[in-house]
C-alpha cells in the first residue's frame, strides 16, 4: 500500500485473501521511525504489532537510548529488557543524520513509506533538511506523525517536554494523590504512551482519508501535554461554568459514589459501585437494606453528598474481612471488585493465562549462540482482532540488524554499503 499510489477502493469490495494470513491488517503500510525513547517508538510498536513493516533509524553511535534504560540482559554491559518489546517487529538501521549521504538514505526511505513517526523538538528535522516540505515533496501521501511536548507552535513549541512535564501541565498530576501529600507521579510513563496512542489513532484517520477520500497525505501534530489534557473528563467545563477545580481525593472518584479502595483485614480492593444498581446490589450484599431501599441514594447525585458515609458503610463491613472473603460475597452479588495485582499476581491468574496474555520467547544477547539466551516473558499484543490479530513476530533487534538488508531494497550494493560503513554513514 505505498503512499504514493493511494487506493480508493471500497474496503467492502477487498477479498479478505488480499491479506495473507498472519500478515495483520496493516501488511503492506510501511512505516519510518525517527524517534528515540518512549512516544514516537510506542506509536511505532503499536503499528508494527499489527502487520506494518517498521524501520527504525538509530544513530551508529549507540542506537536509542531506551536499549540501556532498567534491567538489562546481561546485567552487565546487557540490553534493556524494555527493549525487547519496545522494539518488537522493527527493523534496525543505523544512519548519521549528520552527514549528507545519511540524510539521503531518509529521505529515500521516506519516499517510500506511508508514515514517517518522529518525535524530536520542533525545528529540528527542518534543520536537517528532512521536514515535511521536503518528504512529501517527493511523496505527497505520506502521513507524518510528529510528537513533542508543546506541539509545532505555540509559546513553547522550543522548550524540550518529556511525559513528566505534560502529565503535570495537562492536569493529570494535579488531581492525583492524596490532598495533605505532594502529587506523585504514576509509576510508568503513561504522558508519553497516552500521546503515543493519539499519534496512531491520527496516524490512521489520515491514512483512511488518504486512501478512501481522495485526501494527500498530511501532519499528525500531536503535543504530549495536550494529550494528557484530552482525557481529563469534565474538569474543563466543571472550571468554565462553576469556576471549580477539582483537587486530590485520594483513592476515591470524586463525584462518582461509591468508587474506591477499600481494606480488608489482609490488604486492599478495589469497588466500583457506582451505576444504580449495582449500588442497590453493593449495599444489600453488606447487609445495608436500608441504604439500599433509601430514595434518596437511588441516583448518583443523591449519593455524592453522602459518600462518607456510604464509604464508611462499606468499610466497616470489609474491616472483619480477608480479601478472598469480601471477593466471594461481592463476585456473587455481581458487584464490579478487584484485588490490586502485582506483577507476580498477573503471572498467577487464570484471566491473564486464559486470554494468553503473557507469551514467552528465547531471547539472546548479541554474541551468544544457538542455546544460549533467556526465556523473556513479554505482553501479548492487544487489542485482539478476530481474523487480523497482532503478533510478536520477533524481538527488539541488536542495533544496525536490517542495515544491510534495507538498503539492498533502496538499491545500494555492497561496495556502497561497506563505503557508507568505512565512512560511519550507517
Not at 498530511?218 to 477539582?246: C, H, K, T, W
Not at 531471547?363 to 478476530?386: M, N
Request: net charge negative; with cysteine.
Amino acid at each position: 500500500m505505498s503512499a504514493a499510489a493511494p487506493s480508493h477502493e471500497s474496503p467492502h469490495s477487498r477479498s479478505n485473501a488480499s491479506v495473507a494470513k498472519g500478515a495483520g491488517p496493516l501488511a503492506g503500510v510501511k512505516v519510518l521511525e525517527l524517534g528515540t525513547l518512549i512516544a514516537g517508538p510506542f506509536a511505532a510498536r503499536f503499528l508494527g504489532e499489527f502487520g506494518a513493516e517498521v524501520i527504525k533509524v538509530e544513530d551508529p553511535k549507540g542506537g536509542d537510548p531506551l536499549r540501556k534504560w532498567r534491567k538489562l540482559y546481561p546485567e552487565a554491559g546487557g540490553t534493556s529488557l524494555w527493549w525487547a518489546v519496545q522494539a518488537r517487529n522493527k527493523k534496525s538501521v543505523t544512519v548519521n543524520l549528520k552527514a549528507e549521504e545519511g540524510k539521503e538514505i531518509v529521505r529515500r526511505l521516506a519516499k517510500e513509506a506511508d508514515i514517517v513517526i518522529e518525535n524530536f523538538r520542533p525545528g529540528l528535522l527542518e534543520k536537517l533538511g528532512l521536514g515535511y516540505d521536503v518528504l512529501s515533496k517527493q511523496n505527497p501521501g505520506l502521513v507524518m506523525v510528529r510528537l513533542s511536548g508543546y506541539g509545532q507552535s505555540g509559546p513553547y513549541r522550543d522548550r524540550p517536554g518529556f511525559g513528566a512535564i505534560a502529565e503535570s501541565m495537562g492536569g493529570l498530576r494535579h488531581i492525583t494523590g492524596y490532598p495533605d501529600l505532594p502529587p506523585p507521579r504514576i509509576g510508568i510513563s503513561i504522558g508519553d504512551s497516552i500521546a503515543a496512542l493519539h499519534g496512531v489513532i491520527g496516524a490512521m484517520m489520515a491514512l483512511h482519508h488518504r486512501n478512501m477520500n481522495g485526501g494527500s497525505g498530511q501532519i499528525v501534530d500531536v503535543a504530549l501535554y495536550e494529550a494528557v489534557f484530552n482525557m481529563m473528563e469534565s474538569v474543563v467545563p466543571e472550571y468554565g461554568v462553576y469556576g471549580m477545580v477539582r483537587e486530590r481525593t485520594g483513592a476515591s472518584l470524586p463525584g462518582i459514589v461509591p468508587s474506591n479502595t477499600y481494606p480488608c483485614r489482609d490488604g486492599s480492593i478495589v469497588i466500583g459501585g457506582n451505576s444504580d444498581p449495582i449500588f442497590k446490589r453493593l449495599m444489600m450484599a453488606i447487609d445495608r437494606a436500608d441504604l439500599a431501599n433509601d430514595p434518596q441514594l437511588a441516583h448518583n447525585d443523591g449519593r455524592v453528598p453522602r459518600t462518607a458515609e456510604i464509604d464508611g458503610a462499606i468499610a466497616a463491613w470489609l474491616s472483619t474481612r480477608t480479601i478472598n472473603e469480601a471477593l466471594d460475597v461481592l463476585n456473587a452479588a455481581d458487584v464490579p471488585v478487584g484485588r490490586i495485582y502485582s506483577v507476580a499476581d498477573m503471572f498467577a491468574d487464570p484471566q491473564f493465562a486464559a486470554r494468553q496474555m503473557i507469551q514467552q520467547f528465547r531471547w539472546q544477547a548479541p554474541g551468544e549462540q544457538e542455546g544460549e539466551g533467556v526465556d523473556i516473558a513479554l505482553p501479548a499484543v492487544t487489542p485482539k482482532l478476530s481474523a487480523t490479530p497482532g503478533d510478536t513476530r520477533w524481538l527488539g533487534p541488536a542495533l544496525g540488524e536490517h542495515t544491510d538488508e534495507v538498503l539492498r531494497t533502496l538499491g545500494y550494493d555492497a561496495d556502497h554499503i561497506a563505503r557508507l560503513r568505512e565512512q560511519h554513514i550507517v
